[in-house]
């Protein structure tokens, strides 16, 4: 009987340790279309670039964080041309959860006078569960983060964490630059931007009704950023991309979001509660071609200099 629950003890101590050489066994002989739970790829959005960039950076005048409304809307060079220097920290899917991590490991070097949060109507019903491997793959999660992924309870997390560590403990796969394996189309430009091009959005989609399930985690993340930026004496800006209008008619909640982001205390700009950018300024329902990028911009900073007096250089 000892000899019995030894070995179950024996048994317990080395599953783990099984377990996390099975994971990266599996990660480097398998191929992808077998490896469901194991997301090491690049998922998309060059967050990877992106990440190699921010390094280049400090002391920006304007901050956007948030989903890929966020880095494909907003492009830096429009703001140089004003004299603004920003830089674009979203990324693909991008929830609160993933907003507050980057913001706590960055905030402190861009050190940024005012933040643009960019938001959508679903914005808190995303697990965050894609965004969290994009960030993994691209070995943003460090020890001071590791227990953000923990609490995830996904497998496919836990299984990109474990090879994740493994291929950075190795010497990882070095800087891999995703011009070369992203859409020919898109290209990434210096300061989190990328640019899509001119292609129209010509499709006539009926959407049916998007329920809006609010996750609690992902509320709480939203206010802990906001009021980290607040006790900086960060300005902050809550603002909503337009989206091509049906799209955005479909959301249920849209107005009790619209009643949420406004009675946070922030300044609310919400591109989509008036006059709907046309359809050739779109190149999906859900994102603006560079045409749109440039008048989206434009409306943005003249707002901020006209309605908030804001002066950057």
């Known amino acids: ?121 679903d914005i808190f019903c995303d697990p965050g569960i894609e965004s969290m491997v994009d960030l993994i793959s691209c070995n943003f999660v460090d020890r001071h983060h590791v227990t953000v992924p923990l609490k995830t309870y996904n497998i496919n997390v836990y299984n990109t964490l474990i090879y994740s560590t493994y291929k950075s403990l190795i010497g990882g796969d070095g800087y891999r630059d995703e011009v070369i394996t992203r859409d020919k189309e898109e290209k990434y430009i210096s300061g989190g931007f990328v640019e899509k091009g001119n292609n129209e959005f010509a499709e006539t989609t009926i959407f049916p009704p998007i329920p809006v399930s609010i996750q609690s985690d992902q509320t709480q993340a939203f206010k802990n950023i906001l009021m980290e930026l607040n006790k900086r004496k960060i300005k902050v800006i809550i603002i909503q991309p337009p989206l091509v209008r049906e799209y955005y008619s479909s959301f249920k909640m849209k107005e009790i979001m619209n009643r949420f982001f406004k009675k946070l205390g922030f300044r609310y700009m919400n591109f989509n509660a008036g006059l709907p950018f046309e359809h050739k300024y779109f190149y999906d329902y859900g994102h603006l071609n560079q045409s749109g990028v440039d008048l989206f911009n434009k409306m943005v900073i003249d707002s901020l200099e006209e309605e908030e007096g804001l002066v950057f250089r």
Request: hydrophobic share 45%; charged share 20%.
């Open 1 to 121: 009987m000892k000899r019995f629950i030894k070995s179950i003890l024996v048994f317990l101590l080395l599953l783990p340790l099984v377990y996390i050489l099975g994971v990266i066994v599996w990660g480097e002989v398998f191929p992808q279309f077998l490896k469901k739970n194991l997301s090491y790829k690049v998922i998309g959005g060059y967050t990877q670039s992106r990440l190699h960039d921010v390094k280049n950076f400090k002391n920006v005048d304007v901050l956007v964080i948030g989903p890929s409304g966020a880095y494909r809307g907003f492009d830096p060079r429009n703001f140089d041309a004003r004299n603004i220097k920003l830089f674009n920290l979203g990324s693909s899917s991008q929830t609160p959860i993933q907003t507050e991590l980057l913001v706590d490991k960055y905030i402190d070097q861009l050190n940024p006078k005012l933040v643009l949060y960019v938001v959508n109507p």
